[in-house]
Structures are given as C-alpha cells and as structure tokens.
C-alpha cells in the first residue's frame, strides 16, 4: 500500500545543501514527525523512524529485530540486500547467537584495553603525520592521513597485512556503495571473504598475538563466521574512522575558532570528539530493524513484519535533546548522540574509535598550526552514495 499522502520519499535521499547536514528530505520528514511511512525500491514499505527518542526505542527493544531474513526487514538496495543476506555477522543477528559470537571480541575492545593502546596509536599517528609533512605541502589529507592512521590501527590489531591495505581498501569502498548492483557487490564480499578465510587458515597454523589468530583458533566458531567476523572489523575498522577523521578536520577548518579552542586545550579533545560524532553522523542511511510484534511507537503503531529504518543523522540533530543541533558547538555536552547507535547492537569498537579521533585531531591541529585547505571548498566533492559518508579527497596545506 503506498504513503497515505500519495508521496514517496527516495530512500537512499540525495545528499544536498550543508555537506555535514542529513539530506534535506529526511530533515522535512522529521520536521513532519518522528515516524513516518515511506516506500522503498522494491516498492515495500517500510517507518521512517527520525526522532531521537524513537530511535532509541527501536534499537534499544527487542520487539525488533535485527536479522535480515525476518518478513518486512527493509533493504535500502539491491546491493545492500545482497551485503547483509549473505554475510552472517552478529551485527545482524538476535540473541543469543548475537551475543555468543560478540562475547568473543569484547575483551579487545574494552575502554581498559583500548586506554593501554593508546601510545601505540600515538605512535601511528606520529609516524603518519611525519610522512605526509615529508612529502611536502599541499597533500591529500584523506590518503595520507585520515585513512591510513586506522588502517594501520586495525591491521595491526587484527592481524591483517598492511601491504594489502589497497586490495581490501578497494574491496570495502564496493560493500559500501550503494550504487553498486548486486553483481559487483556480492564479487567484492566473496573475494574480500576469500581473502580472510585464507588468512585464518594460515592464522591457525601460525597463530600470532592478534584478534584473527584468536578467532581462528576457537573451536566454536566456524571458518564461515571467522572471516565473517573478521570482515565486519576489518571494513567498520578503518572506513568509520576515517571519513570521521577527514569530515572531522574539514568541519574544524570551517570553524577556527573552535579549532583554536581544540589547540589550546580550552575544550579538551574528547568533548570535541563527541560534539564532532554528533554533528557529523556519518551513517547517514538508516539501521535497519523488522517489527516481530505490534506495537506503537511514537503515537505510530506498527504492525509485526513491517520494516523500520532508524536514522542516526536526524535523532543527532534532535532539538528537543540538543538544542541548535544543526549548529556545531564543540562545548556543547553530547554525550547522548546515537553516533553508535544504541542497545546491544552499538558499536563495539566505539572505545578505539573515541581514542584514535581524539590522538589523531589534537595532534595534527597542534603541530600543523598554519593547516588550511589548499583549494576552493566549491572543488570538493562528497561520498554521497556511501553507507559512511565522507570526501573523496581533502588537499589541505600548512
């Protein structure tokens, strides 16, 4: 059955105005409410769940579920159809298969042990910025920089070669596009599966300190749900971190005074972080949960099967939670953003992720004083059909 209002609202919605904005199209349909009907690409319909307060609910109740292969669970595309149908991660899974396979990396990613990698991180960081100060003004920030310091992070932590950073970097961009077709999304999955697969098989007979060699090792886990598990690391490990990071750094340009106020300490480097996930929301498309009961959300009520697509971008700009949250204030206290999401899906590796944004910003805004960027802000373009939004390239100088 279509909208009730005969309007159907293009999901994904073209990105458009403000880079750091969610598309105008879900800011309106917020403005209208904070559940509202809409229709996907293969004609389905699915809740477009806005509010800060709804999302919360959705992703924190287990009224919805998270598993794909449940009736009405909405897919933004076919390729993202194909992404998540044929990748058995605990991201997509109910309790308690969801909890057995997260128990197992949950010790990596505890704030006590992410606080212990944090000179290691530092030392990344140090030896990234070095390069790229090497190579002489002007550079690509992206390349030299934002993407390579959480590459190296997660390689080193999983235990995955960086000299194959270009082949599994390639890889990822294709799982997140969602203007791929099926096709060339599901051969970037099986090759960047393969690649994993062979990796633990090695990992188990030449097992190392790293997360795969652990994973490879275990008994209970099968070869299938190794790489799979390893993927999801892998990919969210280093696209996340950084497009937060060059977004991040592109924002602060835009803002010098908040930047300055970032340098000199008088706004310490984790609120900054925090108001910079909030503002930013870099998933910009929704998380995805199917309804397995009835039930009424926002004065909205939804029947069991129906699909429900939470968005982050919306719920982080929320008046009646963050008030002007259209404008970015590193002050502000945003400690109830949904950057991670919520409940027991949020994001596992959000502590090394906080740690790394914070080491990376507060270093190079400190020792490149003079950074700016090196071409009109018009030149720049955006991943507008990327699951984690972001820029192409950010040429900057010093």
Not at 58 to 80: K, N
Not at 318 to 345: C, I, M, S, T, Y
Request: contains cysteine.
């Amino acid at each position: 059955m279509p909208p009730s209002d005969g309007k159907v609202l293009v999901l994904p919605a073209p990105a458009d105005r403000c880079p750091f904005d969610p598309p105008s199209a879900y800011q309106q349909a917020a403005a209208a409410a904070s559940v509202t009907r809409t229709e996907l690409w293969d004609g389905s319909i699915c809740w477009l769940v806005t509010g800060h307060d709804e999302v919360r609910t959705v992703l924190g109740d287990q009224r919805f579920s998270a598993e794909p292969h449940r009736p009405g669970f909405p897919f933004l595309t076919p390729g993202r159809r194909q992404v998540v149908v044929d990748n058995p991660v605990f991201l997509r899974m109910d309790d308690p298969d969801h909890a057995r396979l997260r128990r197992m990396l949950t010790g990596d990613f505890l704030v006590k042990r992410v606080e212990e990698q944090r000179p290691a991180i530092q030392r990344i960081v140090d030896e990234t910025l070095d390069r790229m100060v090497a190579g002489g003004s002007p550079a690509d920030l992206v390349t030299e920089f934002a993407l390579p310091v959480p590459s190296l992070v997660i390689c080193e932590l999983l235990g995955v070669p960086y000299a194959n950073h270009e082949h599994f970097q390639q890889l990822s961009r294709t799982l997140l596009d969602t203007s791929k077709s099926e096709l060339e999304v599901g051969t970037a999955q099986r090759e960047l599966r393969s690649y994993l697969t062979e990796l633990a098989e090695h990992k188990r007979r030449e097992p190392a300190d790293d997360i795969l060699s652990r994973l490879a090792n275990r008994e209970d886990l099968s070869p299938r749900e190794t790489a799979a598990s390893a993927l999801l690391l892998l990919v969210a490990g280093h696209e996340t971190t950084a497009n937060m990071t060059a977004l991040s750094t592109l924002a602060l340009l835009r803002a010098p005074e908040q930047a300055a106020r970032l340098r000199s300490g008088e706004t310490t480097a984790k609120a900054a972080v925090e108001e910079l996930l909030r503002y930013l929301s870099i998933v910009q498309i929704g998380v995805p949960r199917a309804a397995i009961e009835d039930l009424t959300l926002g004065g909205t009520r939804i029947r069991a099967g129906e699909g429900v697509l939470c968005m982050l971008s919306t719920a982080n700009r929320d008046d009646e939670v963050f008030p002007d949250g259209d404008e970015l204030d590193l002050d502000r206290d945003a400690r109830r953003h949904l950057a991670f999401g919520f409940g027991v899906h949020q994001c596992l590796g959000q502590p090394l992720a906080r740690a790394e944004l914070q080491i990376a910003l507060r270093t190079l805004f400190l020792r490149l004083p003079g950074l700016r960027l090196a071409v009109d802000e018009a030149e720049l373009t955006y991943r507008t059909t990327m699951v984690v939004h972001g820029v192409d390239s950010l040429p900057v100088a010093w």
